[in-house]
């Protein structure tokens, strides 16, 4: 059990020109409503009613009734959150201390309460995705090793927060955040929303260490490369909109209600085999969340091919470091070569990478499925579920007492 410093001591450090640019941006991005990431084209409709999908949770409800029978009164206090929370949208990628984390900590946990906390990424995930943010959090530690600031770095810097009360039949989720390792998950039935997710890391690649040999990214870096490598020069050209990389990846942290326009080239103007290329990119990230929702994830995304559009930013070549984006009115990708900050350079390298998945349109944290289970249902004077057309101010009241019932252990 790691015992925490007090936050304000920790906090009393001058803010780099970097990091004070990342605290501004956090404090106007929160200070919006929630929109949605949002683009130029035609508007997204549900693939997925809102009725049961047929594919089971149980797994994953068990986990998070598992993971809060670990805790104590006082853990689960810190843990568990209204649905409606803004802590959904305090996750960050910054170091700990830029900013309040909601939930509660793996260094603060014992390590069977730690292995009841990775369930839930391990149930919400697939086994290649699960083995990605396992492996971010291990290359975390190895940036302690590097670097030697365990104020900074660590496997287990990571906070758990549970939204609502885990069941079959009403709204709920949870959230892992911190450094280069932040995944949101929203339940409803058998609805599952895994957006916004970012994983990244630096280095990539542990070259010594407790964790030697760990490699992430590979394939999101061979594969969009390969995705340009298929194009002809004129092709290559379209698809470029720019050649200085961005400071990082345009939907992240606190970027919430991002408008991107589409831009690069469109799905059916790329060659057959630039089509394939395309599709097998985006498989490796839809192949992130678990099996049965990957399939309905990729059935929506399949059918707004028409409107995808790939762009690249950066010169190409074998070497160079790169941004690309996969942008449609069913998902947003986007991968980007970053400078250093546990190395000290200050150009982007192929050694720092973040990744970022969003599903347009109001969709992230499961807003727009939220919405709509309030729009079916309300609670009448007397604390009775009721079926509904119209949203009211129940929308809280009825988060509220769920938040207070997840803090209690599952009978």
Not at 149 to 155: C, D, L, T, V, W
Not at 180 to 187: D, S, Y
Request: net charge negative; with cysteine; glycine share 8%.
């Amino acid at each position: 059990m790691r015992n925490w410093p007090p936050a304000p001591a920790i906090r009393a450090f001058e803010l780099t020109p970097r990091q004070q640019k990342l605290v501004d941006m956090a404090q106007a991005g929160l200070a919006e409503p929630f929109r949605g990431v949002s683009c130029t084209g035609s508007a997204h409709q549900r693939q997925i009613p809102l009725a049961a999908t047929g594919v089971p949770v149980a797994a994953l409800i068990e986990a998070a009734h598992t993971f809060l029978a670990s805790l104590d009164v006082a853990q689960r206090r810190a843990a568990c959150l209204a649905i409606d929370d803004e802590g959904w949208r305090q996750w960050s990628n910054f170091h700990p201390w830029l900013i309040p984390r909601s939930g509660i900590c793996l260094a603060d946990l014992s390590h069977g309460q730690r292995e009841a906390a990775l369930a839930l990424l391990r149930e919400t995930m697939s086994a290649t995705g699960y083995q990605t943010a396992r492996d971010v959090m291990r290359l975390n530690e190895h940036a302690l090793e590097i670097t030697g600031k365990p104020e900074e770095y660590s496997e287990w810097y990571y906070w758990v927060s549970i939204f609502g009360t885990p069941s079959p039949n009403e709204p709920w989720g949870w959230q892992i955040d911190g450094h280069h390792l932040n995944v949101n998950c929203f339940v409803l039935g058998g609805q599952l929303i895994m957006t916004p997710t970012l994983m990244g890391s630096e280095p990539v690649l542990a070259r010594f260490g407790k964790y030697s040999g760990t490699r992430v990214f590979a394939a999101e870096e061979e594969q969009g490369h390969a995705l340009m490598s298929a194009l002809s020069a004129e092709a290559r050209q379209q698809a470029t909109i720019g050649t200085n990389l961005p400071w990082e990846v345009f939907a992240g942290a606190f970027n919430d209600n991002r408008h991107i326009e589409p831009g690069g080239i469109r799905y059916a103007d790329l060659p057959q085999e630039g089509r394939e290329r395309l599709e097998g990119l985006l498989a490796i990230y839809i192949g992130q969340i678990r099996p049965g929702h990957a399939e309905l994830r990729w059935a929506e995304v399949k059918h707004h091919l028409d409107d995808t559009h790939f762009a690249w930013i950066g010169p190409f070549d074998d070497t160079s470091a790169f941004y690309y984006r996969v942008l449609s009115p069913a998902i947003l990708v986007e991968f980007d070569h970053q400078p250093g900050i546990v190395f000290d350079n200050n150009t982007p390298s192929r050694d720092h990478i973040h990744t970022l998945v969003r599903t347009p349109n109001g969709r992230d944290y499961g807003k727009d499925l939220l919405r709509e289970h309030y729009l079916q249902w309300h609670t009448d004077d007397h604390g009775s579920r009721t079926h509904s057309h119209t949203q009211g101010s129940h929308a809280r009241s009825t988060a509220e007492p769920a938040a207070r019932s997840a803090a209690e252990p599952p009978k």
